[in-house]
């Protein structure tokens, strides 16, 4: 049975920075590309950023880029995004994604 567990969100003000991290079990993590999507109150589902199985090769959301970075630890089945210069509208519920399976999320809210 594939588990995605996401930690990390919290409160932080405009500007801040959190580290997302996502843990993975009941498949071959490092088999699988994977993804990060949020979603905002009242809004749908919004991809944000893409890894490769090996880690070699990402992508952003254009919302995200220059100020979000993700990354992988295979060996510890382990998916990251490292969220800097956080701005109001990056308030979201955060879910790692592989294929059509997420976690329960992680909330992430900026505010001053």
């Known amino acids: 049975e594939v588990q995605l567990v996401e930690s990390g969100g919290g409160l932080v003000p405009p500007g801040g920075s959190l580290t997302l991290s996502c843990a993975a079990s009941?498949?071959?993590?490092?088999?699988?590309?994977m993804s990060w999507v949020r979603q905002a109150p009242g809004k749908g589902l919004e991809w944000v950023s893409y890894?490769?199985?090996?880690?070699?090769?990402?992508n952003y959301a254009n919302s995200v880029k220059g100020r979000f970075t993700i990354s992988r630890d295979n060996a510890k089945n382990t998916l990251y995004l490292q969220l800097n210069s956080l701005k109001t509208e990056d308030t979201a519920m955060y879910y790692c994604?592989?294929?059509?399976?997420r976690g329960q999320g992680t909330q992430v809210t900026v505010s001053s």
């Open positions: 994604r592989k294929g059509n399976d």
């Open positions: 009941g498949f071959t993590f490092s088999n699988y590309a």
């Open positions: 890894i490769d199985s090996g880690g070699t090769s990402t």
